[in-house]
Structures are given as structure tokens and as C-alpha cells.
């Protein structure tokens, strides 16, 4: 007697379709409950932190369209009416346009130093091997966990003997000295991922270092170069303690030393709709220049990793 046995089971050809028994029944609904669980997890951390950032901004927008009454009396409902005179109101009497204007030289100046020398030194330290290049490379990272607090007396002193002290060049120099070492660390990176082949072209050509580093690599680092100069500018834009104790003179105060004074002068006026103005002042363009700039800063955080 003959027993029939079953044939085994011959595997799918090359795009074949796979039907519903070819797959196990438990398999298909278990990875897709995970990826839900996942997925509503990830989304709801995102919703929460995005209400966490976003509140504060849209309230403190709010209010500097209030007046006093409102901001105490409802201050989470929408102003009934927008008073544009709290902007004016800040703009010329507490002189938030002349704190405004220094904070655009200082930030100008010291972006544009610190971008300069900073990308300088990190081509050379990527690029070349030299006695010494090491020790450099770690000084400047050893710069970035020094506290400038206990920098700030001996600055104060070196500032003053070289006759820099409450002026707007002062301050620049000070700031580019500040925002170095994180811009070198950050760049010197972002120069070993760039190819070495488009700068031994241009050497074979007969290029000089120079022209090479300016016209060839410099912009081929532009990404880095626009992620680390977003990040100095915020650092800048609101650096509190360098200004406090370097420039004294009320006539060369930068924004966050205004938005002080103004805290404390509105403060015993009750002009606080003129307070949260200024505010808004002092936040926008910091914002604005992450909102045109996002995709470059995403960009430049990414290039390093991916070679």
C-alpha cells in the first residue's frame, strides 16, 4: 500500500504576490499595532513639546498688543483691540531703537570675525599636519568648557588697559573671542568630511592655498558655515553677561541690557504693555532668521555624519 506524501512547498517566484494564506494570520496585525503604539507615542511627545516652545511665543506676541487693563484683567483671551502704540511706545521712548541699532553692529561684526577666522583655523587644522596640531585643536575645545564667569574680572581689565572698554569694537572683539572655540570645533569637523581631490585639482592648476581655501573650499562649506553662524548669532544676539560688565555706558547698550533697564523702569510705571513689546522686539529676528534659515541648519548638523 502507497502512501502519498505531500510535495513541499515551492518558493514564490521573483514579484510573485503573496496572498493572505501565504502570510502568517497573527504576523501582519502585531507589526502593525506596534507601529500605531509607536507612532501615536512619537506624535504625542511632538504635539506636547511643540505646545511647550509655541505657547509662551504666541502669548508674549499677544500681550504686546494689549493694554495694562487687559493684561491683568483677561490675560489669556485675545486683545479686543491691537494697540500699535505699545510698539511706538518702546520703539522711541525707551529706546529700544538705539539698543537695537548697537546690537546690529555688535552681532554684525562679531558673526562676521568669528565666521572669517574661525573657518581659517578649522581648514588648516582638518587640512594640514603640522607640529603641534593636536594641541591647537584641543586648546580650542578646551575653550568651550572653560566658565567665562571666571574670565570676567581679568577681562575686565585687559579690556580696559587696551582702552576698549564701552565701545562697540570692544565688544566686538570680545564676542568673536567667545564664539571661537565652538566655531572652530564645529567646522573642523565639517572640513574632514569635504573632498580633498577638488583642492588637489586646484593646487595641480596652481592655485595658491589662498585662492583655494576662499574660491573652492569656502564654498563648498557653506552649509557648516550657515549652521554655525545660526547658532553663534543666537549666542550673540542674547548674551547678557559680556555686555553687563564691558559696556557701561547707557548709550552703547545692546537689546538684552535694554529689555533690564526697561523691565525695571516699566516695572515701576505699570507700563507693561510697553515691556512685552519690546520683548517681542528683541525675539523677532531671531526667529525670523531660523525660520529662513532651517533647512541650511538641518544641512549643516547632518553633513558631518554622512560622508
Do not use: C
Amino acid at each position: 500500500m502507497k502512501t502519498t506524501e505531500t510535495p513541499p512547498p515551492v518558493p514564490a517566484e521573483p514579484g510573485a504576490v503573496l496572498t493572505k494564506t501565504d502570510v502568517p494570520a497573527d504576523a501582519a496585525p502585531k507589526e502593525k499595532k506596534e507601529g500605531t503604539v509607536l507612532n501615536v507615542f512619537s506624535h504625542g511627545i511632538l504635539v506636547i513639546w511643540a505646545i511647550m516652545v509655541v505657547m509662551p511665543l504666541v502669548w508674549a506676541v499677544m500681550t504686546s498688543f494689549k493694554d495694562d487693563a487687559s493684561i491683568f484683567g483677561s490675560p489669556w483671551s485675545l486683545p479686543d483691540k491691537l494697540h500699535f502704540d505699545n510698539w511706538s511706545r518702546a520703539w522711541t521712548q525707551a529706546h529700544m531703537s538705539d539698543y537695537f541699532l548697537n546690537t546690529v553692529l555688535v552681532v554684525g561684526g562679531s558673526l562676521i570675525g568669528t565666521l572669517v577666522l574661525g573657518s581659517m583655523a578649522a581648514y588648516v587644522l582638518a587640512r594640514f599636519d603640522f607640529p603641534g596640531n593636536r594641541f591647537i585643536y584641543y586648546l580650542f575645545i578646551g575653550g568651550m568648557s572653560f566658565p567665562i564667569m571666571l574670565a570676567l574680572v581679568p577681562l575686565f581689565y585687559v579690556v580696559n588697559n587696551m582702552g576698549l572698554l564701552n565701545t562697540i569694537h570692544g565688544l566686538i572683539l570680545v564676542y568673536i573671542a567667545y564664539s571661537l572655540p565652538f566655531t572652530v570645533f564645529f567646522l573642523t569637523a565639517f572640513f574632514r568630511t569635504l573632498p580633498s581631490s577638488v583642492a588637489e585639482a586646484a593646487f595641480v592648476d596652481g592655485a595658491s592655498h589662498t585662492r583655494t581655501f576662499f574660491q573652492i573650499m569656502l564654498p563648498m562649506a557653506k552649509p557648516g558655515l550657515i549652521s554655525v553662524g545660526i547658532f553663534n548669532f543666537l549666542g550673540q544676539w542674547n548674551q547678557y553677561m559680556l555686555p553687563t560688565v564691558l559696556n557701561t555706558d547707557e548709550d552703547k547698550h545692546v537689546l538684552t541690557q535694554g529689555l533690564v533697564q526697561l523691565a525695571v523702569s516699566q516695572g515701576y510705571k505699570g507700563d507693561w504693555s510697553g515691556l512685552f513689546a519690546g520683548l517681542v522686539m528683541a525675539m523677532l529676528p531671531v526667529l525670523a532668521a531660523y525660520i529662513v534659515f532651517q533647512r541650511q541648519v538641518v544641512q549643516g548638523l547632518t553633513a558631518g555624519a554622512l560622508k
